[in-house]
């Protein structure tokens, strides 16, 4: 029997894939059929999931690129419209956790590079790829925030300010092309067993989180052509529950 690919055919493009939440996703898009654009500084951590992508069957361009670097990040829209003319799903994954200390301990340089990747790199990545999303059938743009967003949580101020000010971001971006077919929504993960958790709460038992696998199928109901709503902040623990509920598990 021949497995379904309900995203055959459909070129996807995540930041942040070389590793954790972003490179579980990447293998989930392929799996389901989708021509991948990996994005990730890292080319080692590219080329081994390359190979894991090939071997399942996949296909994927990789692309080594610091979201730190403005210039390259604007000529990516134009890149993707030469070769491929639209581009249908788009997974701003990739962020920095910066430092956990007290508001005034922040240095300068500490402030405004999480600022830049978190943040204003995504503005970049919207605006070099918003043409290509929109000669899409289903344009679907998925991005990653955080429940520091609210800004609840003491010593977080970098990354709090950085995706309280993404969800801004989509959620406006959402409302100005919502008479589009594009679906811009954002997933909050919850505590997710990743590196950069390992980095935030070094004592915390890692077993004792979901793992990154355990999102993909919320990050492909978003970038299904299916989707039938933008705008919303999806959280991961109350999707599970509704799953499990829909289910009788």
């Known amino acids: 029997m021949t497995q379904k690919k309900p995203l055959k055919d459909r070129l996807a493009l995540v930041t942040g894939a070389s590793r954790g939440i972003g490179r579980a996703v990447a293998l989930g898009l392929a799996k389901a059929g989708a021509h991948l654009i990996l ?6 951590a590219l080329e081994e999931l ?5 071997r399942r069957g996949g296909k994927a361009t990789l692309l080594q690129l ?7 990040i604007d000529q990516l829209g134009p890149t993707i419209y ?23 301990h922040v240095t300068e340089d ?28 289903a344009g679907r743009v998925v991005f990653v ?18 995706k309280a000010g993404l969800e801004a971001l989509a959620k406006t971006y959402a ?38 696998e355990e999102l993909v199928p919320l990050f492909l109901e978003l970038a299904s052509p299916s989707c039938d709503f ?3 902040v999806v959280n991961f623990a109350d999707w599970l529950k509704q799953q499990q509920a829909t289910s009788g598990a």
Request: charged share 25%; net charge neutral; with cysteine.
């Open 110 to 137: 500490a402030w405004s590079q999480v600022l830049d990747i978190n943040l204003s790199a995504n503005w970049r990545l919207i605006r070099t790829l918003d043409p290509v999303l929109k000669r899409s059938d």
């Open 145 to 162: 925030t955080s429940g520091a967003a609210s800004g609840k949580y003491a010593y977080w101020g970098p990354y709090a300010v950085s």
């Open 175 to 212: 409302n100005e092309v919502e008479s589009s077919d594009l679906c811009v929504n954002l997933v909050n993960p919850g505590p997710i067993r990743t590196a950069m958790r390992a980095k935030a709460f070094p004592g915390e038992d890692p077993q004792k989180l979901h793992a990154p």
């Open 39 to 44: 994005v990730a500084r890292t080319v080692g």
């Open 230 to 232: 933008t705008g919303r």
């Open 82 to 104: 030469q070769r491929w003319g639209k581009l249908d799903i788009f997974i701003g994954n990739a962020g920095v956790l910066g430092p956990l200390s007290p508001l005034q």
């Open 50 to 54: 390359d190979d894991e992508i090939r």
């Open 66 to 72: 610091d979201l730190g670097n403005g210039d390259k």
